[in-house]
């Protein structure tokens, strides 16, 4: 079965910095990979998703980028963060023919 | 796309006694439904789903029924217990690249 680690698990960071978020997969190959976010009390959101090794598709419009240098690895990143950026930050994979998505621990950011 | 509605955003049950969550999905071609529970500060976990060409399916405590024709589905926990205290999420297929569309929760609290 496959693991999904997510890295860090708590975020705080200034309004303007940098950020990366990264997200790894084990037990599967070639997996659709996912990044959700999560405002508090409200629903899942999903931002960003990719099918392949440098094949990136966002879902909404935002201060946010992602990347996929490995085939089961993601990461989230941003310039320069903006208060509206805090929130809980989920990786999920889907690994082959699976309909089931599966999700990481996440990371709550905090932008200050 | 799809739309996912879910009821009641908050569900008060004593120990023992059942709970019901409820959802609707608009998009009459979607063909699996899953739910998830996630605790405080963790990732959503994939508890039960089912796909469109059964009505129930049971996992001990856990039952999800299905209506295709009224486009909608539900989650049924019977003898309720404290850990199964949570906010409980509904989905269905929705999103670029097989992703999910998210109900907006229902947070279940099991009264001692």
């Known amino acids: 079965s496959q693991t999904i680690h997510q890295w860090p698990a708590t975020l705080v960071q200034p309004v303007g910095s940098p950020l990366s978020l990264e997200c790894t997969v084990e037990g599967t190959s070639n997996p659709n990979l996912y990044w959700y976010r999560q405002a508090a009390g409200r629903g899942l959101q999903l931002l960003f998703y990719s099918v392949g090794i440098g094949q990136i598709s966002s879902e909404v419009p935002q201060n946010l980028s992602a990347s996929r240098p490995q085939d089961r690895q993601f990461i989230l990143s941003s310039k320069k963060l903006l208060l509206s950026d805090s929130g809980f930050y989920l990786c999920a994979c889907r690994g082959g023919n699976n309909e089931k998505l599966f999700f990481g621990s996440g990371t709550q950011l905090s932008v200050l | 796309g799809e739309n996912v509605e879910q009821h009641p955003s908050t569900l008060s049950v004593q120990e023992g006694d059942s709970a019901v969550i409820k959802c609707t999905y608009s998009?009459?071609?979607?063909?699996?439904f899953p739910w998830y529970k996630q605790e405080l500060g963790k990732g959503p976990q994939l508890i039960i789903d089912i796909r469109s060409n059964v009505g129930e399916k049971k996992d001990q405590r856990i039952a999800v029924t299905l209506n295709k024709t009224a486009k909608h589905f539900s989650l049924h926990i019977t003898e309720t217990q404290p850990e199964d205290s949570a906010v409980y999420f509904c989905a269905a297929p929705g999103g670029g690249a097989d992703g999910l569309t998210f109900g907006k929760g229902t947070h279940l609290i099991i009264q001692p």
């Open positions: 998009d009459s071609a979607s063909n699996y």
